[in-house]
């Protein structure tokens, strides 16, 4: 097991960062909220878990070995693959979710694109007795958006784009070029994909330079 990877980032990409570990490139996948942490050239260490399946060996990577767990403990729920467990943690902190969970809330767990209800039913059930209590200090689950909030998806996007170092109204025009691929995202009470909308800002931005 390759329990976690450390050197300076050497590229930056839309789901994934690449480390130069010994002189080899060890991409990486990462949620947003990860790679907005990181910065080309800067030393970085993330935790990780290596995927392995017949066609493919995949390293996904965490900024702390909380989220490294949890990320595992949520794969062992039926239904669960890596993809989905890192989208549920694209959406909520490891905290969130084991509050969301002992709690029984249903519509945290909806939040996450590919979940619906029977789903996150069955996930409450399953979790329940995996994931534990949570350890903060302080609830951390993020709070449903009123009406004259931006969505959640609005400020992942926006902070990794700066991320990866496009100037702030740089990045703002591109999120706003997103918000109506978004919105019909989120007609039918889905979440947008943060990978999808992320490759379609970035074509945004690479259309007007």
Request: with cysteine; hydrophobic share 45%; proline share 6%.
């Amino acid at each position: 097991m390759i329990a976690f990877v450390a050197g300076p980032v050497a590229s930056l990409g839309p789901d994934t960062a690449v480390l130069e570990v010994g002189g080899v490139g060890m991409a990486v996948q990462c949620t947003p909220d990860t790679l907005a942490g990181l910065r080309v050239g800067e030393h970085a260490r993330l935790a990780t878990s290596l995927v392995v399946r017949e066609d493919s060996l995949t390293l996904y990577g965490f900024p702390d070995d909380d989220a490294r767990r949890t990320f595992e403990v949520l794969q062992t729920a039926s239904g669960v693959g890596p993809r989905l467990a890192q989208a549920m943690l694209a959406v909520h902190h490891p905290d969130a979710l084991r509050l969301a969970v002992s709690t029984g809330d249903e519509k945290a767990l909806t939040a996450v694109s590919g979940i619906g209800k029977k789903g996150a039913q069955k996930l409450l059930l399953e979790l329940r007795d995996r994931l534990g209590e949570p350890v903060g200090g302080t609830a951390v689950a993020r709070p449903a958006p009123s009406a004259a909030a931006p969505e959640p998806w609005h400020e992942q996007l926006l902070t990794a784009l700066v991320g990866l170092g496009y100037a702030r109204r740089e990045a703002e025009g591109a999120v706003q070029a997103v918000s109506g691929q978004a919105a019909e995202a989120s007609r039918d009470g889905g979440t947008p994909s943060m990978q999808q909308l992320m490759r379609a800002a970035l074509q945004t931005l690479n259309r007007a330079r």
